[in-house]
């Protein structure tokens, strides 16, 4: 009787993929299944050929099998014989990354592909990131010298801080003027604090907001009477610029050569013109002569206003209390508001129909 040889199923549907001789059977044909009484096994125990009741009337010998399927089945007893353990793959470690290092960030990431590289400030996620960082720096360093002794405000250092169009280019963001506002009290706040004791670090941090013209250190040359006894003024207006020459006399005004009757012909320009010296009763002790151009009547008028306390404080500078008072050593920079489209005037709308 032809010697059997154990065969397993497994590994004979694992393995061999093609048709093998003698049996000429596919390979289907020995992959356990209800409809395949040859190759049925159980669900816990590999069924040999041999144990089907259908393999009794064929023939196993090695003189019957292929010569490829009795390789596959040596090698399949070698394996068996001698398991192989799975390979095992050593642990992934992950690159250690210096956040601080901008180099390491870079090359890191490139090298692997999970790294995460935080941002320097946490106000990276901000809409605002620079801006929020300079108003947190200050409000950390004025909270870290509030105990300081300060000064009142009205004798504290004078100081120009940067515009906002200038802050806006310096932090390149486009930030609102409320926002900017904040962090000009805190620069004043610190400012305040008594110059004897302000610390190195305070006074290098507002220098950075400082404007760099200081408007401030700006002298101005004082004005003097001429030889011939005549002071000089200027003023504005709106759209108007006046040059008045003040010399002392009885009271005389002349306006571009005119007279003051004849280039103002209301009076409440007139007064305008000459308020300067009738606030302080010089109008019968100087002459005025004026030089006027652009704008209107009323704009004239308000312009040879300034330009004549400008030039009577030349004469007497007793008197700028006086003209403070009286409203004629501030310019005024009031300007009429441009029309908008839609509307009747700069504020003004058109009446509202229903129908």
């Not at 207006?237 to 050569?257: F, M, T």
């Amino acid at each position: 009787m032809a010697s059997k040889l154990p065969i397993s199923v497994t590994r004979l549907t694992s393995r061999y993929t093609t048709p093998f001789h003698p049996l000429h059977l596919p390979l289907r044909a020995f992959r356990p299944s209800a409809k395949n009484p040859l190759l049925r096994r159980s669900a816990t125990t590999h069924t040999s050929i041999h144990d089907s009741p259908a393999a009794d009337g064929l023939d196993f010998s090695e003189e019957t099998l292929s010569p490829a399927l009795q390789d596959l089945i040596a090698e399949d007893a070698v394996q068996s014989n001698n398991p192989e353990p799975p390979p095992s793959t050593p642990p992934r470690r992950e690159a250690e990354l210096d956040i601080d290092d901008d180099d390491a960030d870079d090359e890191a990431s490139t090298s692997q592909g999970l790294a995460r590289i935080v941002p320097a400030s946490p106000s990276y996620f901000t809409g605002k990131p620079h801006f929020t960082d300079s108003l947190l720096s200050l409000q950390d360093l004025l909270r870290k010298h509030q105990t300081l002794p300060s000064v009142p405000p009205t004798q504290a250092p004078r100081a120009a801080w940067r515009t906002l169009p200038q802050y806006r280019v310096m932090v390149g963001e486009p930030v609102r003027a409320a926002k900017y506002h904040q962090i000009v009290e805190v620069l004043q706040r610190l400012n305040r604090i008594h110059p004897a004791l302000l610390p190195a670090e305070v006074a290098a941090t507002m220098a950075a907001y400082r404007r760099e013209v200081d408007p401030f250190a700006v002298v101005r040359r004082p004005q003097r009477v001429d030889a011939a006894g005549r002071s000089f003024g200027n003023g504005r207006r709106k759209a108007s610029s006046a040059i008045v020459y003040l010399v002392e006399g009885e009271g005389e005004v002349l306006v571009n050569g005119r007279s003051l009757n004849a280039a103002f012909p209301r009076v409440h320009d007139r007064e305008s013109a000459i308020w300067a010296l009738k606030a302080t009763g010089r109008v019968d002790k100087y002459n005025v002569w004026a030089v006027v151009r652009g704008g209107g009547l009323t704009g004239q008028a308000e312009s040879i206003t300034l330009a004549v306390a400008k030039a009577l404080m030349v004469h007497e500078p007793a008197l700028k209390p006086a003209l403070r008072r009286a409203g004629c050593v501030t310019r005024d920079p009031r300007r009429v508001e441009r029309k908008k489209t839609g509307h009747v005037k700069a504020r003004k709308m058109p009446a509202w129909v229903k129908r």
